[in-house]
């Protein structure tokens, strides 16, 4: 009698335990991780200092601000170097995007997304999100925003104006 118990016992926990991994299965398919909890960019990229609301840069759909106007020149140089520690830390730079990469139109609402290197780019659908998958680098270039009037002129690539704070 005690032996038939643990038999039923045994074969319900077996049951259960296969019934719960398959509920969790369908929950996400396989291969695909749930999304990455994100915090709004707080310091400086480049010199991890706080950031000053008026200092920063538009680049590949993104609004990077610094401590000061002379750490641009070096996300500049070094795009990827900066967007992937971002990606490490668990950073999100503000998206200024207006539309999709992909397709070049204007973006309607922003709810078709993709996380990349440090980076959200919003897409018109889930075709251009796929399509971007295939070839990112080129896709982000799209992205690159003049520099607009509401922001005082950028630095000339010569000058270094890093008098504010100590940049080595």
Do not use: W
């Amino acid at each position: 009698m005690n032996r038939t118990r643990n038999i039923i016992c045994a074969l319900m926990l077996a049951a259960f335990s296969s019934g719960s991994g398959f509920a969790g299965e369908s929950a996400a398919p396989a291969g695909v991780t749930p999304p990455k909890v994100l915090k709004p960019q707080t310091v400086c990229p480049v010199m991890g200092k706080p950031i000053d609301s008026a200092s920063y840069t538009d680049i590949q759909g993104q609004r990077v601000y610094f401590c000061c106007d002379g750490c641009a020149k070096k996300l500049l140089a070094d795009p990827d170097k900066y967007f992937k520690q971002a990606a490490t830390d668990g950073v999100l730079f503000q998206n200024i995007q207006k539309t999709c990469p992909v397709s070049g139109e204007t973006l309607e609402d922003k709810t078709v997304f993709s996380d990349y290197e440090g980076r959200r780019v919003y897409f018109c659908c889930k075709k251009c999100q796929g399509k971007f998958a295939d070839n990112a680098q080129e896709y982000l270039k799209k992205l690159d925003v003049p520099a607009t009037s509401e922001k005082p002129a950028a630095l000339d690539p010569g000058e270094d104006d890093q008098s504010r704070h100590d940049h080595h």
